[in-house]
């Protein structure tokens, strides 16, 4: 972890930063993916320094790379200004990392944006019909590199088992049965697709399924769920 911080992690922007074409650029999944290991890691070995590497890119992706409810992919410092909208992957992510920081803190700022981020891609990219969450829908060609598709009618597998996990993990600490109902929708349309999907990409799914069944058993047994406690 220690590597990664030194190599990724910007001391005075206090973000993680990939390259692209050999440019430094701070991107709300990478940061998203590493609050979420950060944490991981400041669980296991106790250690607080990788908790407040986690609560300062999280508060940076907050701040910079949400806009209205809205994670966009890219943020250019030099500029100030935000990149590529209306995607699933971003924001999908961004969620469950959001709810990792606020199970870890409890501070309500990280659960309101949380919710905000899934009012956002339930309106914009969920299937009411069929379940699960189209790739991307934009409309701002500005946002995008010329001849870049603003709308992507395709279903991934993996980042729609990451908006389940996240509309899962948002019922169990809120009990809004809209959430539950939405992963419930998504988990649906997963199923159907299981079977071709590469083993390397199932983890998120088969994780968030087994956490539904058990708080559908829950429910049927009559205990009190954990956020009504």
Do not use: C, W
């Amino acid at each position: 972890m220690k590597e990664i911080e030194k190599v990724y992690f910007d001391n005075q922007k206090k973000a993680f930063f990939t390259n692209i074409d050999g440019q430094k650029t701070i991107t709300s999944t990478a940061n998203a993916n590493a609050v979420i290991t950060f944490l991981e890691a400041a669980e296991e070995f106790k250690d607080k320094h990788l908790e407040e590497i986690a609560k300062s890119s999280i508060q940076y992706l907050k701040n910079k790379l949400i806009k209205d409810g809205e994670a966009f992919h890219i943020f250019a410092p030099d500029k100030s200004k935000v990149y590529m909208d209306g995607q699933l992957s971003d924001n999908a992510i961004t969620g469950i990392a959001l709810l990792k920081i606020y199970k870890t803190s409890k501070d309500e700022q990280y659960l309101e944006t949380a919710k905000a981020v899934a009012g956002f891609i339930q309106k914009r990219l969920y299937d009411e019909k069929f379940g699960g969450f189209i790739q991307r829908t934009s409309n701002s060609p500005e946002n995008y590199p010329k001849g870049e598709e603003l709308f992507i009618n395709e279903k991934p597998f993996y980042e729609n088992s990451i908006a389940a996990s996240f509309y899962q993990s948002l019922y169990e600490q809120t009990g809004n049965k809209i959430y539950r109902d939405i992963a419930a929708g998504t988990l649906g349309y997963l199923t159907s697709i299981y079977s071709n999907a590469p083993p390397e990409k199932q983890s998120y799914f088969i994780i968030t399924l087994s956490a539904y069944m058990d708080a559908e058993k829950q429910i049927v047994a009559g205990i009190r769920p954990s956020y009504a406690a």
